[in-house]
C-alpha cells in the first residue's frame, strides 16, 4: 500500500532566487494527485526535493515517520527504495538496450536471479506497450516510446510512492490517454501514492483525486479536483482555460499597465484565445478498466473529503457531491459489465496492453532534462553535483546517458 508523503512549510531557493515558500500539503496514502501550475513555477523542484535530490532551507518532508530533509544518507537511500520516478523524457541510459534500461534497478538493488528479471521486466515492457523494442537502443525509438520505457522501469521495484513530471509530454492524445489509464490501472492494483506534474488540463480533470497548483512562489491550493476545477481565482480560472488574459504572463507576473491594457482588449471583445470550456461541469474521474480491482485509495479519499466538506466553497460540494453520483454509477455499470465478459470468457487481451498487468517499482530516479540518472547510491545525492548550466547532475559521470534525445518525434 502506498504511503503518505507530508510536506510541512517547505521552502526552496537557489542563492537569492526563492522558488516557492511555506509550501505545506499531504500527498494522501494511496491516492493520486496531481500538481500544476505555469512554466517554471517550480514543480519539478518540488518533485526533486520530495526525494531528497534536492535540499530545502525550511521545512520538512515526512514519509513513512521519516523526515527526509533531516535524516541521514544511509537513512534517505531506504526511503529512496520506496519510490518510483518518471521524469520528463524517460532518462534511460542511451548505450543500453530498453531491456537492459528497465533491468538496471533490479539487478542494481535485488539479488534476483537473470531469469527473474527476465521475467519482470518482460512483465513490464508488456504493460506499457513495448514489446517487441526490448533491444532498441533509446536513441532508436520515439520520444513517447522512451517516456513508455522510462515508466516500465519506474515500476520494476513495486514502487509505493510513483512520482511522475509531466507522463504526457511528447505523448500525443491517445497515448496520453492510455498512460494516465496505466496510472489509474496501477494505482488500482497496488494501492500506491501517485504525484503527476502536468500541464494537461485533461489530465488534471479525469485522473487525479486531489489536484494542487503553483503561482507566484507559493501553493495556491491544494485539495480535492472538483475544489480547483470549480475555483473562482482568476489564476486558476486562466490556467484552465488556456487564455493569455489573466494574471500568468509570458514571464510569471505582469505589471500593471499590461493588465491594464488587456483588460481594455476584452472590454473591446479581442479573445485573448482560451478554450471557453466550462471546467466546473465535472468530468467524472476515468476508472479502473475492467478487470481491475477496485482503487481502494476511492473510500479513504471520500471519508476525508466527506470530513472537509463543510469548509469548502458551496459550489465545490456540490460539484463534489454531483461527481461521487456519477462515478458510483459508471463503476456499477462497469462491474455489470466485467460480471458479463467473465461470463462470456472476457478478460485481459492477449498481450495487446490495454489492460495491464501487476506491476512493480524502481528506486530510479533520473533527471531527464539533463539525462543523468541515480539509482539511490550510497552517496545521497546532492545539489554539490549540478551542472555548470544549473540543471541538476544527479548522478556520477559514469551513468552519463548519451540518449538520442534531440530530434525525437512526437509520436507514442
Ligand atoms: N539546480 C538548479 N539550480 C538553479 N536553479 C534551478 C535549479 N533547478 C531548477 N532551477 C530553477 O528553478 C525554477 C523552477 O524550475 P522547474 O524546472 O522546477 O520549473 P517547472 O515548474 O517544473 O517548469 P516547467 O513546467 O517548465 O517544467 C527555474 O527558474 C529553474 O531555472
Avoid at 540518472?373 to 548522478?395: H, K, M
Wanted: hydrophobic share 35%; with cysteine.
Amino acid at each position: 500500500m502506498g504511503v503518505e508523503v507530508s510536506v510541512e512549510g517547505l521552502t526552496k531557493s537557489f542563492g537569492s532566487q526563492n522558488i516557492w515558500r511555506d509550501v505545506t500539503l499531504t500527498l494522501p496514502e494511496g491516492e493520486v494527485s496531481a500538481l500544476l501550475g505555469p512554466s517554471g513555477t517550480g514543480k519539478s523542484v518540488f518533485l526533486k526535493t520530495l526525494i531528497g535530490l534536492l535540499h530545502p532551507e525550511q521545512g520538512s518532508v515526512i514519509i513513512d515517520g521519516t523526515d527526509i530533509t533531516q535524516c541521514s544518507a544511509k537513512e534517505l537511500y531506504e526511503i529512496r527504495k520506496l519510490f518510483g520516478v518518471l521524469f520528463q523524457d524517460g532518462a534511460l541510459f542511451g548505450s543500453m538496450s530498453l531491456f537492459d534500461n528497465i533491468a538496471f534497478p533490479l539487478r542494481e538493488h535485488t539479488k534476483k536471479k537473470e531469469n527473474e528479471v527476465r521475467d519482470i521486466v518482460m512483465e513490464k515492457i508488456d504493460l506499457v506497450g513495448l514489446t517487441g523494442a526490448e533491444d532498441k537502443l533509446p536513441g532508436e525509438i520515439s520520444g513517447g516510446m522512451r517516456k513508455r520505457a522510462g515508466l516500465a522501469r519506474a515500476l520494476v521495484l513495486d514502487p509505493q510512492i510513483i512520482l511522475c513530471d509531466e507522463p504526457d509530454s511528447g505523448l500525443d492524445p491517445v497515448r496520453t490517454a492510455y498512460i494516465s489509464q496505466l496510472l489509474i490501472d496501477i494505482n488500482a492494483q497496488i494501492d500506491a501514492t501517485i504525484l503527476i506534474v502536468t500541464h494537461n488540463i485533461n489530465i488534471a480533470r479525469t485522473i487525479p483525486d486531489n489536484i494542487g497548483m503553483l503561482f507566484r512562489k507559493e501553493l495556491v491550493m491544494f485539495g480535492p479536483r472538483e475544489q480547483l476545477l470549480t475555483s473562482e481565482q482568476p489564476v486558476v480560472k486562466q490556467f484552465l482555460s488556456g487564455d493569455r488574459f489573466g494574471p500568468i504572463g509570458m514571464s510569471e507576473e505582469k505589471d500593471e499597465a499590461v493588465q491594464k491594457q488587456e483588460e481594455a482588449m476584452q472590454a473591446a471583445g479581442i479573445s485573448g484565445g482560451g478554450t471557453k470550456e466550462d471546467f466546473t461541469e465535472i468530468i467524472p474521474q476515468v476508472q479502473p478498466n475492467p478487470g481491475m480491482p477496485e482503487r481502494k485509495a476511492i473510500a479513504r479519499h471520500r471519508e476525508r473529503v466527506h470530513a472537509m466538506l463543510p469548509d469548502l466553497p458551496e459550489n465545490a460540494q456540490e460539484a463534489i457531491r454531483r461527481s461521487q453520483e456519477q462515478e458510483d454509477q459508471i463503476r456499477e455499470e462497469s462491474r455489470a459489465h466485467a460480471e458479463d465478459m467473465a461470463g462470456g470468457g472476457g478478460g485481459r487481451h492477449g498481450g495487446d496492453n490495454e489492460w495491464t498487468s501487476a506491476p512493480a517499482g524502481n528506486v530510479a530516479v533520473a533527471d531527464a532534462k539533463t539525462d543523468v540518472i541515480d539509482y539511490g547510491g550510497s552517496d545521497a545525492p546532492t545539489e554539490q553535483w549540478q551542472t555548470p548550466g544549473g540543471g541538476d547532475a544527479l548522478t556520477k559521470p559514469s551513468h552519463r546517458a548519451a540518449d538520442g534525445n534531440e530530434g525525437r518525434t512526437i509520436q507514442g
